[in-house]
């Protein structure tokens, strides 16, 4: 099942503009916006995911907003 299926991958930047800049202007990658985020289209026809997030805190971090915080658990 999974032999013929896409991966997908995205990260999280703080602010959108710069990131399409430097992706898109810097590095040169092919890039579109839709509805606030950024699309890259990377070598063999994959398209990666950047989305805003800002993130605060002392122990913020990508993994602690999605994954929980350690020692919290999931719910």
Same mark, same amino acid.
């Given at each position: 099942?999974?032999?013929?299926?896409?991966?997908?991958? $995205?990260?999280s930047?703080?602010? &959108? !503009?710069?990131?399409?800049?430097?992706?898109?202007g810097?590095?040169? /990658?092919?890039?579109?916006e839709?509805? $606030?985020?950024?699309?890259?289209? &990377? !070598?063999?026809?994959?398209?990666?995911?950047?989305?805003?997030?800002? /993130?605060?805190?002392?122990?913020?971090?990508?993994?602690?907003?999605?994954?929980?915080?350690?020692?919290?658990?999931?719910?």
């Amino acid at each position: 099942m999974f032999a013929y299926t896409k991966a997908f991958s $995205g990260f999280s930047v703080d602010d &959108i !503009a710069k990131a399409k800049e430097f992706y898109g202007g810097t590095l040169g /990658i092919p890039v579109s916006e839709e509805k $606030g985020m950024l699309f890259l289209q &990377i !070598a063999g026809d994959t398209t990666v995911l950047v989305y805003r997030m800002r /993130i605060t805190g002392p122990r913020a971090s990508p993994f602690s907003i999605s994954c929980g915080r350690p020692g919290q658990g999931r719910q």
